[in-house]
């Protein structure tokens, strides 16, 4: 069994290095960026334990605890992406690298002696010594591991506004790094062998790589839930404030390069406009009947009807008319089509060359 789950596990490392790549390059907002770094983060750690746990090990001893640190970057980067989902208005601040703190201090007081051994020395050490020193390292990991799935659970305890779809994503997210960081207590006090954490990175991963599959598929989604998150924060907005913000929203559509920027979200969109999103949001639902999303959706739709409209542009395929106009894959361009039209790009195109 455990061997069966080796061979996913390497699967999942292909896997991994792939979604963490497309949520980079797809969407570089905070929260997409921490989640692509977990996912890379815990294929690194995949990779390692499939290294550590073959003979490949004795041929390349050189690389042995390289990777050993790399799960104190593991709860940083999902809390992170945690809270940046939580608050899309929030940037990367010189405060979020004191979660670096204990990689830092592990990587410099507790690894590096080993390090300064050739890799052979450190096998060797680490046998002879693992129940005196690699197990309260072990011990330690695993400890911070389980802290940060604590802290999320008492940070969605705390935060009563999570409702919805927000709450289930997030709660789901924390509950699967919670349990996943039980089973590593478990298995680090009495597995036979590191072998058997087959199970573990198994579990973790199939989930994690789900939720990062979707996110970079679907990279609305993200922005959807952070819409709606953003309609339960209390509003103290004037209607002053509101006409402006509406004026704003109604200038900004004479910017078609804005919305035709694939990476464009809530957050840059505030930012070019200079409002706050909650604000924007705000109006957007009470003043427009829609919400950022579908508001933008209709403008890049309106460039679409331009470009299969013209004859001269029949050359072009429909995936590149939804990439031309900002869209990231051709299911999202789609269904804005027919929503805003009643029928798909290729229909639309094949209608005019009809009345023509």
Not at 70 to 96: M, Y
Not at 107 to 121: I, K, R
Not at 132 to 146: A, S
Not at 312 to 321: F, G, N, P, R, S
């Amino acid at each position: 069994m455990i061997e069966i789950l080796r061979y996913f596990i390497f699967f999942y490392c292909f896997l991994g290095v792939f979604i963490a790549g497309g949520l980079f390059f797809k969407n570089r907002s905070p929260a997409n960026l921490m989640l692509a770094l977990f996912i890379l983060c815990f294929t690194i750690e995949q990779i390692d334990f499939l290294y550590t746990t073959s003979n490949v090990v004795l041929q390349y001893p050189a690389y042995y605890l390289f990777a050993y640190p790399i799960c104190f970057l593991f709860g940083p980067s999902l809390w992170l992406h945690i809270q940046f989902v939580t608050n899309p208005s929030s940037q990367f601040r010189w405060k979020h690298l004191l979660h670096l703190l204990p990689f830092v201090l592990f990587v410099g007081f507790a690894l590096s002696p080993l390090l300064a051994m050739s890799g052979a020395e450190r096998m060797e050490y680490t046998r002879s010594h693992f129940l005196t020193e690699m197990m309260p390292l072990n011990y330690l990991r695993t400890g911070h591991v389980t802290l940060y799935g604590v802290l999320m659970v008492f940070s969605i305890a705390k935060n009563a506004n999570y409702k919805k779809k927000i709450g289930v994503y997030l709660t789901f997210l924390t509950f699967i790094y919670l349990i996943t960081a039980v089973l590593q207590v478990y298995l680090t006090l009495f597995a036979d062998s590191y072998r058997q954490f087959s199970i573990y990175f198994f579990l973790a991963s199939t989930i994690f790589l789900i939720v990062g599959f979707v996110l970079y598929k679907y990279p609305e989604v993200l922005q959807q839930l952070q819409q709606l998150q953003q309609k339960y924060f209390t509003s103290t907005i004037k209607q002053t404030d509101k006409a402006r913000i509406a004026k704003k929203i109604k200038n900004s559509r004479k910017e078609e390069a804005l919305f035709l920027d694939s990476a464009l979200n809530l957050t840059s969109y505030c930012n070019a406009i200079d409002e706050k999103p909650q604000y924007v949001s705000q109006v957007f639902s009470e003043t427009f009947s829609t919400s950022f999303t579908h508001f933008v959706n209709a403008i890049r739709v309106e460039r679409a009807q331009i470009i299969l409209t013209n004859p001269k542009m029949d050359t072009l395929k429909i995936l590149a008319v939804a990439f031309e106009c900002g869209f990231n894959n051709s299911v999202t361009f789609n269904k804005a089509f027919v929503r805003e039209t009643g029928v798909t790009p290729g229909k639309y195109r094949k209608n005019r060359k009809l009345l023509s």
